[in-house]
């Protein structure tokens, strides 16, 4: 059974910064695009980043390019997402996801490409 467990979220101020981190068991996923999708509350979860299986491909939702940075240890089982100049908007609840299909190659902003999901890490972001 394919479990992901996401850390690292919290409280941080306007402007400040966050690691999350995403650890992945039961399979090994070196061969599948990751991603990391958000749910602010009372809206629909939304495509933030992802990363293509052998890491050579990013993609990111407009809103977060050049602030966040995704990316993988496949060593590890591990992806994670670098959030900087954090804004309000940006709170959230933030998932990861693992693709449906081998050496997925996207496009990636599609959360029905993604089979598996965390439980979720929540991050508050106060101005």
Not at 67 to 86: E, H, P, W, Y
């Amino acid at each position: 059974q394919v479990q992901l467990v996401e850390s690292g979220g919290g409280l941080v101020q306007a402007g400040g910064s966050l690691t999350l981190s995403c650890v992945v068991s039961g399979r090994t996923v070196g061969a599948y695009a990751m991603g990391w999708f958000r749910q602010a509350p009372g809206k629909e979860r939304e495509f933030v980043a992802a990363i293509s299986w052998s890491g050579d491909n990013t993609d990111y939702a407009g809103s977060v390019k050049g602030r966040f940075t995704i990316s993988r240890d496949n060593a590890k089982n591990t992806v994670s997402l670098q959030m900087n100049s954090l804004e309000p908007e940006d709170t959230a609840v933030y998932y990861c996801a693992v693709s449906r299909k081998l050496y997925y190659r996207g496009p990636y902003d599609s959360q029905f490409q993604y089979a598996d999901w965390g439980q979720g890490t929540q991050v508050t972001v106060s101005s």
